[in-house]
């Protein structure tokens, strides 16, 4: 009977490096906000409605641009719009 080496009692080291920097990838902010920080004194000036604005672009990225899921939010967003109009 030949004898069969034994295994090595001795176990590899588990690399614990942390991942290289350059391949740590950030999450993307929403769409609206990246928007939002373009548009920032554009949404701004929506004053009261800036909200319901938000509220719709994250619904239209959560839908894929449909714009029939949305209508609670479109709809929200004109009557804000409406009375913003009738106060000035």
């Given at each position: 009977?030949?004898?069969?080496?034994?295994?090595?009692?001795?176990?590899?080291?588990?690399?614990?490096?942390?991942?290289?920097?350059?391949?740590?990838?950030?999450?993307?902010?929403?769409?609206?906000?990246?928007?939002?920080?373009?548009?920032?004194?554009?949404?701004?000036?929506?004053?009261?409605?800036?909200m319901?604005?938000?509220?719709?672009?994250?619904?239209?990225?959560?839908?894929?641009?449909?714009?029939k899921?949305c209508?609670?939010?479109?709809?929200?967003?004109?009557?804000?719009?409406?009375?913003?109009?009738?106060?000035?």
């Amino acid at each position: 009977m030949e004898k069969q080496p034994e295994a090595s009692s001795i176990e590899k080291p588990i690399n614990s490096d942390p991942l290289p920097s350059s391949s740590v990838q950030q999450l993307p902010q929403p769409v609206h906000q990246m928007e939002a920080d373009e548009d920032d004194e554009n949404v701004k000036q929506l004053g009261d409605c800036s909200m319901l604005y938000l509220s719709l672009q994250d619904c239209l990225v959560n839908t894929d641009r449909n714009w029939k899921s949305c209508q609670k939010e479109v709809q929200a967003l004109k009557a804000c719009n409406d009375r913003r109009s009738r106060k000035e």
